[in-house]
């Protein structure tokens, strides 16, 4: 007997709008550089951000824009501290090009909002590297930096547009702490090698410590100049 297919679930797809947040640091009416930053698994952009007060502290011009996941949750149990992600593996496909537009709507609205010479750097920490990469691919933008840290460059990729993206970044940093529990120093000479692979060539930065972000590596990329 044929089975019925109106017993079978079927999957159907609908785009909605919604509503996302990010937080901002600085003015960007004024800012000669601007840093959008992508948080990672678990966090909240209003807490990530707080990292980068540093960042204005070296340089006052600039402003920093924390874009926050589209997916918030429960970190442990069903009530307290509440973490967001960038997506997960259940239907990905559209968690990506849904956070990828977002991301794209963003960036044209602080563009608008911004001097017409703002230097753009780009940091994503660990999913947020990612994130950016996944971005940047499905994007034309060309940042002036794009700094991967903590985080993997995916390797699920057409290698024909990891190229493209990295001919069009002018400098790219990978950052990792050396005592990092994700990013051990075997996994940091994949990465390495994966890159390598694609035509990429990042500046390595160091720091003493774990899978976190580190201020004076922040305060060195603040002060550091624009690629010319």
């Not at 089975?3 to 003015?27: C, E, I, K, M, W």
């Not at 005592?179 to 990465?191: F, M």
Request: aromatic residues 10%; glycine residues 8%; contains cysteine.
């Amino acid at each position: 007997m044929a089975a019925d297919p109106f017993l079978a679930a079927q999957q159907h797809s609908l785009v909605v709008p919604r509503t996302a947040r990010y937080f901002q640091l600085g003015n960007l009416a004024t800012a000669k550089r601007l840093w959008v930053v992508c948080h990672g698994y678990g966090q909240l952009a209003s807490f990530f951000i707080r990292h980068f007060r540093v960042v204005l502290e070296q340089a006052p011009d600039t402003a920093v824009v924390a874009p926050e996941g589209l997916s918030r949750f429960y970190l442990q149990g069903t009530s307290g501290r509440v973490g967001a992600t960038w997506m997960t593996r259940e239907d990905r496909l559209s968690e990506i090009e849904d956070y990828a537009a977002y991301l794209d709507l963003l960036l044209q609205q602080l563009l608008g909002a911004c001097p017409p010479a703002v230097e753009v750097t780009l940091l994503g920490f660990s999913q947020g590297a990612s994130t950016l990469s996944r971005w940047l691919m499905r994007s034309t933008f060309e940042p002036a930096r794009l700094v991967l840290w903590a985080g993997a460059f995916p390797e699920d990729v057409e290698s024909a547009a990891a190229q493209a993206l990295f001919r069009r970044v002018p400098q790219l940093s990978y950052v990792c702490g050396d005592a990092d529990e994700y990013i051990t120093e075997p996994r940091l000479q994949e990465q390495l090698a994966h890159l390598a692979q694609l035509g990429a060539s990042p500046r390595l930065l160091r720091f003493g410590s774990g899978h976190q972000l580190d201020a004076e590596v922040l305060r060195q990329l603040a002060q550091e100049p624009g690629p010319r």
